[in-house]
């Protein structure tokens, strides 16, 4: 069965700093990995993907993530964090299930606090 | 492009009535969408697949007599709670993929979700 573990229930990071928000996966063939974030009683908005090809993906408001393929993770990270990135992280991977259709399975989500 | 939309946002209901929840996809055809449930602690949990024309496929353990999914056209599907009781309070969120798209590998889109409070 596949996976997604998000190993921090929080981040804190000071405004200005580098951030970075840890996920590993397990998935059976090639995965494909996403990286949304939530912002409170909202619903998910998509950040970047890795499909094939780079392992470092950009993606939208100067995040980016790192796929390590021997590692099996897929870690966001942005160069200097904003308040305003405040928020829940999700990662998630998408894979096969018995049935053959590709299903999402979610990490827990990572709070991020950015301190001003 | 690529706009779920999912209503009500809030709903607050009386113990043991039922309750609809709508999700449309407003600019793309989906003929597969994705009821998930949150809880207090964040993490999401798939509850379903919803196929347009066919039943719904339920994940282990959600009751399908219970939060009865209907996909009656490429653009809508709606989630009812039946008999819905305290402990169903959750915030529900449907996503859905783009039928073009998909074999493409790209992401599901979210709707903003729905905030259910039973009483």
């Known amino acids: 069965a596949q996976s997604v573990a998000q190993p921090e229930d929080q981040v804190n990071v000071a405004e200005g700093n580098p951030l970075t928000v840890k996920c590993t996966y397990s998935?059976?063939?090639?995965?494909?990995l996403f990286w949304y974030v939530q912002y409170p009683n909202r619903g998910l908005q998509f950040l970047l993907k890795?499909?094939?090809?780079?392992?470092l993906v950009k993606g939208s408001y100067g995040f980016e993530a790192e796929f390590n393929k021997s590692q099996t993770s897929f870690h966001l990270k942005k160069p200097s964090a904003l308040v305003s990135d405040s928020a829940l992280y999700f990662c998630?991977?998408?894979?096969?299930?018995?049935?053959?259709?590709?299903?999402?399975?979610f990490g827990t989500g990572t709070k991020l606090q950015v301190i001003p | 492009g690529a706009v779920v939309s999912q209503h009500p946002s809030r709903v607050i209901c009386k113990s043991g009535t039922s309750v609809k929840i709508e999700c449309r996809s407003l600019?793309?055809?989906?003929?597969?969408m994705f009821w998930y449930r949150q809880f207090p602690k964040k993490s999401l949990m798939l509850m379903a697949t919803?196929?347009?024309?066919?039943?719904?496929?339920?994940e282990q353990g959600v009751e399908k007599d219970k939060f009865l999914i209907n996909h009656a056209s490429l653009t809508l599907s709606t989630l009812t709670v039946t008999s819905a009781h305290p402990e169903d309070s959750s915030f529900y969120i449907c996503?859905?993929?783009?039928?073009?798209?998909?074999?493409?590998?790209?992401?599901?889109?979210f709707g903003q979700g729905t905030r259910l409070t039973v009483v």
């Open positions: 996503s859905a993929r783009d039928n073009l798209l998909w074999r493409e590998n790209t992401e599901a889109f």
């Open positions: 998935v059976s063939g090639n995965p494909y």
């Open positions: 890795y499909i094939t090809g780079d392992n």
């Open positions: 998630a991977v998408r894979g096969m299930n018995s049935g053959g259709y590709q299903k999402v399975t």
């Open positions: 600019d793309f055809q989906a003929t597969t």
């Open positions: 919803s196929n347009e024309g066919s039943k719904a496929t339920y």
